[in-house]
């Protein structure tokens, strides 16, 4: 790896833990002087003589000041996350302390790192790849069973090793196909063109598949937006209550949620539903529709992945909601349809009534009766037609623009192989397809790109 970032060479400190008050705080450094660094304020013993892998329970001392009585773990390069020497500080959690002990640190020669300059520092070290070590980000925000498998996958290189085969048949046939223009006055051709050609074909089923994964992929790490609508008093705001009191979701921090906009969060089976416009719902403002079709719901019918149309079955006429149903399909909005109330009426009649339309869930939003249903009809609704039990998910934006270059490549090549055009050319092509799969997982990299991955991680990471 050529690319060295300025500061590379620097001994770097940053608190490993979440700011504020906790039982442990965690002080991290890494670099040619991190032990040296921590040794120089640690009296009790020689740390620079120790083992790596080995923890020492001592006192902390700067200028004559003990600042903590802490257990210092040793990590020695190569063997350590960012192949660098290690030092973790375990202190008393009090930021008072932790801010002691890195200003000490720093005084001592070690400079504050940047956001995930650490896992910057294990990609330059070839410790993960690039898309491992978003993972790593990505794994760190988790919030659901879904969205830390994923990651998790990912980190151990699944996606990873998914690519890297195909770039080395890809190299060698390029690499062979380069040759015959050294070739060219003779004619020959090195490269099997029938095999290229099979290559190229399941490289292109295998991109098609990942990119496919990429929705359900999204959906498991930002979650999905579901708009509930339907006329005043169809019992919008109770259904939305009914589905927090049952599911509402802990979360602190999820991509892509602003926080200016009130968004309730609930999670389904380790699916994150965002409740658009829950405000809207909740004051019974004019914002409440008197028809689909009015300009706001319409909007927000259309900002949602899923709009669940929430109809009273008493004040339903069937002709009604045929016409809804009707403007739901022809704006191509993925909807549930769910009769409400079905406790005011008998159940069996409120089915017969709606007999003739098909897939309507009924529910009474008050007593939760079937909001299981619901949610397993919800659940479906994001999945469908979706990869299922695909155990590599795209869940990272860079990666799937990536990948859909590398896809565009393998086309022209393959349209380059039907027409027999020349093998300079066809090079090219494959030296195009080659460099989007590098940017993925870093082989191909520059300032910029590693910039805009690793700003996005947290400090301390
Ligand atoms: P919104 O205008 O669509 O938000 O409707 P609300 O949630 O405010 O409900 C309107 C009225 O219907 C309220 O009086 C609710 O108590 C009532 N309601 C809501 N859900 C049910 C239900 O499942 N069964 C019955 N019987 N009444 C309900």
Not at 330 to 348: F, M, P, Y
Not at 434 to 450: K, M, P, R
């Amino acid at each position: 790896m050529s690319l060295r970032l300025s500061g590379w060479d620097d001994t770097i400190v940053a608190l490993a833990t979440p700011p504020g008050i906790g039982a442990l705080g965690i002080v991290r450094l890494s670099g040619k002087e991190a032990i040296n660094v921590v040794a120089s304020l640690f009296p009790s013993k020689d740390l620079t003589k120790q083992a790596s892998h080995t923890l020492h329970v001592g006192y902390l001392k700067s200028m004559g000041n003990v600042l903590d009585e802490v257990v210092v773990s040793l990590y020695k390069a190569p063997r350590s996350y960012t192949g660098e020497d290690i030092a973790e500080i375990s202190c008393h959690g009090s930021p008072f302390i932790l801010r002691q002990v890195i200003d000490a640190c720093v005084q001592k020669g070690a400079r504050m790192a940047k956001p995930g300059e650490f896992t910057q520092r294990a990609f330059l070290a070839g410790k993960l790849d690039l898309a491992q070590a978003e993972a790593v980000a990505d794994l760190i925000v988790s919030n659901t069973e879904a969205s830390r498998k994923t990651a998790l996958n990912n980190m151990r290189g699944r996606f990873s090793h998914s690519l890297k085969d195909l770039r080395e048949q890809l190299i060698k046939f390029s690499a062979l196909i380069e040759l015959e223009l050294d070739f060219s006055q003779e004619d020959v051709e090195f490269a099997d063109r029938a095999q290229l050609k099979q290559l190229i074909e399941n490289a292109k089923i295998q991109t098609e598949k990942l990119l496919r994964s990429f929705q359900l992929g999204n959906v498991i790490k930002n979650g999905v937006s579901i708009a509930i609508v339907g006329k005043p008093n169809a019992g919008k705001s109770t259904l939305l209550n009914t589905l927090l009191n049952e599911d509402r979701a802990i979360v602190s921090d999820i991509p892509g949620t602003t926080r200016d906009t009130i968004e309730e969060i609930i999670n389904i089976d380790g699916i994150l539903f965002r409740l658009i416009d829950t405000a809207g719902i909740r004051s019974h403002s004019a914002d409440a529709i008197e028809s689909v079709g009015i300009e706001r719901s319409r909007q927000k019918m259309q900002q949602a992945d899923v709009v669940l149309y929430l109809f009273d079955v008493n004040e339903t006429p069937v002709e009604e909601l045929v016409k809804t149903i009707d403007d739901l399909q022809r704006q191509q909005i993925n909807h549930l349809l769910v009769a409400n109330k079905v406790d005011s009426l008998d159940e069996g009649e409120a089915r017969r009534k709606f007999s003739g339309v098909a897939n309507v869930i009924f529910i009474s939003a008050i007593s939760g009766l079937h909001t299981e249903v619901l949610k397993e009809r919800m659940v479906d609704a994001v999945l469908r037609d979706k990869v299922q039990g695909e155990d590599v998910v795209v869940t990272n934006a860079r990666h799937y623009h990536s990948l859909q270059e590398v896809n565009k490549s393998l086309r022209d090549i393959e349209e380059g192989m039907t027409n027999k055009i020349p093998g300079d050319l066809l090079s090219l092509d494959i030296r195009r397809c080659l460099h989007y799969l590098g940017t993925i997982t870093g082989e191909v990299s520059n300032d910029d790109l590693l910039d805009y991955v690793f700003s996005k991680f947290c400090i301390g990471k």
